[in-house]
């Protein structure tokens, strides 16, 4: 009991140390408490303005502008399934949905293709209860502001073009962590100028060429159908007057059963003629030559790029000009310079190829002409490309989407 009664007092006189104003107990209980006060309102305001700065950066990541043909800067905006495009010359906003994705539902597996700035993830998917085979797109961390800008528009290009069987068709977008991830119909037999050049015997099996007499596994039959299937794309393109910019064997994916689909939209505009502001990475040798002289773009010069991509298809994946510069296409081409006709290529292939490579372009056959035409020349069953010919058609290793003006 007396041990009890000591520490009680003990307590008590401390109790009153502290409670005394002047005693030193409530001057450290003082300080004490406003220490800690002055750490807490410290921490918070660091843990504010780091909140801000990362909401700041997220929002940058999903804001993305580009100049329209007429001038007009727009600028996109995607959130919970629709894409916001505000034009400063006009005060109202126009919002465009998209199918919208949950990042729960996309299942990564391999790494199918990969640029520069970004790349394309085979994954599976699962939309309205079902599993499907995609193809993701994004870009990588440190993509420009241009490359921004082309992967927001394609988004808004494929949401406006609707689905058609010889284009890659959107299956849905999904927005995670401020990155856009855009799910697109997946080719199982990759892009058109791979398919082509793996395709040549010759080089891979010359043994299986001259017991077969066949430069390729694949028939003359089914390369005018791949010219078929992205005439009947690209007449629809025209259509919706949209312009590709960009139309080369490298953007055509094979798809099942080898159908040929129109794909990689990031530089396709929805204008009659788009004129390009600022020079870029440039498809030389895909270019027309109003396009190379002035940077205007319009169907017909995509018509151009059709007739280069159509001498692909026969050449089997060979290099345009190969063997020559851009200077030497920019001097030679204006002069009347246009590719020779390959020894394998019957006369009226060669003779749509060069209506397309027509100097001025109001006199170049527009793609329901060029469709008609093919779909015609598929109904003769006529061998157009002679596959027993051993033409030893070059291709470099250029990548076409660096090359400078």
């Not at 800690?36 to 410290?42: A, L, N, R, S, Y």
């Not at 058109?192 to 430069?215: I, M, N, Q, W, Y």
């Not at 006199?363 to 003769?380: D, G, T, Y």
Request: glycine share 8%.
């Amino acid at each position: 009991q007396s041990v009890g009664l000591q520490l009680k007092a003990l307590w008590k006189n401390s109790l009153q140390t502290l409670q005394g104003p002047g005693g030193e107990g409530y001057q450290l209980l003082v300080a004490v408490v406003g220490s800690v006060t002055v750490t807490c309102v410290t921490i918070l305001l660091a843990l504010l303005v780091l909140f801000c700065i990362r909401k700041s950066l997220l929002n940058r990541k999903r804001t993305f502008t580009y100049q329209s043909g007429s001038g007009e800067e727009t600028i996109l905006q995607f959130n919970s399934g629709t894409l916001t495009l505000t034009r400063r010359t006009k005060p109202t906003q126009e919002p465009l949905t998209y199918p919208i994705l949950e990042w729960e539902d996309i299942k990564f597996e391999d790494v199918i293709g990969e640029g520069n700035f970004g790349q394309v993830i085979k994954a599976m998917i699962k939309k309205d209860g079902n599993k499907m085979s995609a193809a993701v797109k994004m870009l990588k961390e440190f993509a420009s502001e241009n490359d921004h800008r082309d992967f927001a528009g394609e988004l808004e290009v494929l949401c406006k073009l609707g689905q058609h069987p010889n284009i890659i068709n959107l299956i849905g977008a999904c927005e995670n962590r401020g990155y856009l991830y855009i799910a697109i119909e997946y080719a199982p037999y990759g892009n058109l100028l791979d398919f082509l050049r793996k395709s040549r015997v010759l080089e891979t099996d010359p043994a299986f060429a001259k017991e077969h007499g066949t430069a390729s596994t694949l028939t003359s039959q089914q390369l005018l159908q791949f010219a078929v299937d992205v005439a009947n794309g690209m007449h629809y393109l025209s259509d919706k007057q949209f312009i590709h910019r960009d139309l080369a064997a490298r953007n055509v994916l094979v798809g099942e059963n080898l159908v040929a689909k129109i794909a990689d939209f990031g530089l396709s505009r929805g204008e009659e003629v788009y004129v390009k502001k600022t020079m870029g990475r440039l498809p030389v040798r895909w270019m027309a030559i109003e396009s190379l002289n002035y940077s205007v773009y319009t169907t017909k010069s995509d018509v151009w790029s059709f007739g280069v991509l159509l001498w692909e298809i026969v050449s089997l994946g060979g290099t345009p000009y190969c063997g020559m510069t851009c200077a030497e296409l920019y001097e030679k081409l204006p002069q009347g310079y246009r590719m020779e006709q390959p020894k394998n290529c019957d006369d009226e292939v060669y003779e749509l190829m060069r209506q397309c490579w027509r100097d001025r372009p109001y006199e170049r056959p527009p793609f329901a002409q060029i469709s008609v035409q093919l779909n015609r020349m598929q109904e003769a069953r006529k061998a157009y490309v002679n596959m027993a010919l051993f033409e030893n058609f070059t291709y470099a290793g250029i990548d076409a989407t660096a090359e400078e003006a």
